[in-house]
């Protein structure tokens, strides 16, 4: 089980620092993979980490702004910094075993996401 933490609401350009923590501990095996999804649109990949090795892959739009990583061996983070209105969604964190992809349906252990909003 995933749960998600640290959303709010911010100003365009500020900070925000989400966590997800796990009732267990993460398997090296596991790419631990974050989403968002904003109302009336389809789920979206923002960033994933490989927890054994610590490499990360972005979405393009984000690349540059957010960070992911693994805070300890059962929680991760999501570092997002220069926001803009269009980040503004439910965050999710997820897993799966399958290194670069972006597909939801390829991740499993869904959290109940936490909202972002940016105001402009």
């Known amino acids: 089980q995933l749960v998600e933490s640290g959303g709010g609401l911010v100003q365009a350009g500020g900070s925000l620092r989400l966590s997800c923590a796990a009732s267990?501990?993460?398997?090296?095996?596991?790419?631990m993979g974050w989403f968002r999804q904003a109302p009336g649109k389809a789920r979206e990949f923002v960033g994933a980490?490989?927890?054994?090795?610590?490499?990360t892959y972005y979405a393009d739009d984000v690349k540059g702004r957010f960070t992911v990583a693994r805070d300890d061996y059962k929680s991760l983070s999501l570092q997002m910094n220069d926001l803009k209105p269009e980040d503004t969604a439910v965050y999710y964190c997820?897993?799966?075993?399958?290194?670069?992809?972006?597909?939801?349906?390829?991740?499993?252990?869904w959290g109940r996401g936490t909202q972002v909003t940016v105001s402009s």
């Open positions: 997820a897993r799966s075993t399958q290194y670069g992809s972006t597909r939801p349906t390829d991740f499993g252990s």
């Open positions: 267990g501990r993460i398997f090296s095996s596991a790419i």
């Open positions: 980490i490989r927890w054994s090795r610590g490499d």
